[in-house]
């Protein structure tokens, strides 16, 4: 094989050897980003169960305020609470993917049906006028549903930080690994590609230290020196044609010496 | 190329340089010749001492690898 495909073939096994441990990192690397991805949207899970409860206490207080004479500020908290519930509910659609927190959303789902009809169930009263035993008796019930509400979120919250700490921890593992493998793979590298470009200087330097040991002898008049090299690269070439002047030395030498 | 053009390369394959001095030698030596007179009907008695001549000097490989690509001239 020629000398210069030698030389690729070493540089093509470096060059393999690199790409191999990018490869690993970079799967390491990849696996920390699903973590993070995982912790994001835990995040967001948190942020919508927690905007839920802070709907359901919205509405209450807005009820509340109607009931006691602040129609307008009532009006407005029932309606940025019932918007707040409806964004939540939404997000929480869109973001959860696990059976089990889904299970919970319907749930909170229905509690949220509750709430609203209790809620309303007290607008409605208080418009009529009805005698304040009976509205103060429907808050009480809107409040227990309103924590009942809070209760079922709070799980979908617990469970979200759960996950957001499992992530959190899956990632520093990756990380810890990624900088194991990367250290690793760097020192392995390192080491293949010195013992490749050692091997491959060893093997084009051996015969032609080889070949300067026969000339070296051919020229202090050993004309019976042997050249022991069998390469197949021009450094073959090289030494076939320096057998082939050893030869003609021998055959002069004996030529001469009939004469 | 002429015959004695021929089996001086052959030889040279192997002698180098020396291949016509080598092939000169054999002619005159053992076959009375000149090398440029040399025909196909010589060329058993050449490819014979030139074999002799190489194994001395050289080894028996490389004496029958010019025994026998002097032969194949024959043929040729």
């Given at each position: 094989m020629k000398i210069k495909y030698k030389l690729f073939i070493s540089y093509l096994l470096i060059v393999a050897v690199f790409v191999l441990a990018g490869f690993l990192i970079n799967t390491n690397v990849a696996n920390i980003g699903g973590a993070n991805k995982d912790v994001a949207a835990n995040i967001i899970i948190d942020n919508h169960a927690k905007n839920y409860e802070k709907g359901g206490s919205y509405l209450q207080t807005g009820v509340y305020l109607y009931v006691h004479d602040n129609k307008e500020m009532g009006r407005q908290h029932i309606s940025e609470g019932t918007e707040l519930m409806r964004t939540s509910r939404n997000g929480l659609k869109n973001s959860l993917t696990d059976p089990a927190m889904l299970a919970d959303l319907a749930e909170i789902e229905r509690l949220e049906d509750r709430v609203l009809e209790a809620s309303n169930n007290i607008v409605k009263a208080a418009d009529k006028k009805e005698s304040a035993a009976l509205i103060e008796q429907n808050l009480a019930t809107l409040q227990g549903r309103v924590v009942a509400l809070n209760l079922k979120s709070s799980v979908l919250v617990d469970k979200a930080r759960e996950n957001m700490e499992s992530s959190i921890e899956r990632s520093k593992t990756y990380g810890d690994t990624a900088i194991k493998i990367t250290s690793y793979a760097s020192f392995a590298s390192v080491v293949i590609s010195l013992l490749v470009a050692f091997v491959m200087a060893s093997l084009l330097t051996k015969p032609l230290r080889l070949l300067t040991e026969t000339a070296n002898k051919v020229s202090k008049?050993?004309?019976?020196?042997?050249?022991?090299v069998s390469s197949k690269d021009e450094i073959g070439d090289l030494a076939e044609s320096f057998k082939r002047m050893i030869n003609a030395f021998k055959i002069m030498d004996a030529l001469s010496r009939e004469k | 190329m002429t015959l004695n053009e021929t089996v001086i390369n052959i030889l040279a394959e192997d002698l180098g340089p020396s291949a016509k001095s080598f092939f000169a030698r054999q002619c005159k030596a053992h076959?009375?010749?000149?090398?440029?007179?040399?025909?196909?009907?010589d060329l058993d008695e050449l490819a014979k001492w030139c074999h002799n001549g190489v194994k001395l000097i050289l080894g028996d490989d490389i004496a029958d690898k010019v025994n026998k690509k002097i032969l194949s001239l024959k043929s040729q």
């Open positions: 008049g050993d004309i019976h020196a042997k050249v022991e | 076959l009375n010749k000149e090398p440029e007179s040399i025909t196909k009907q």
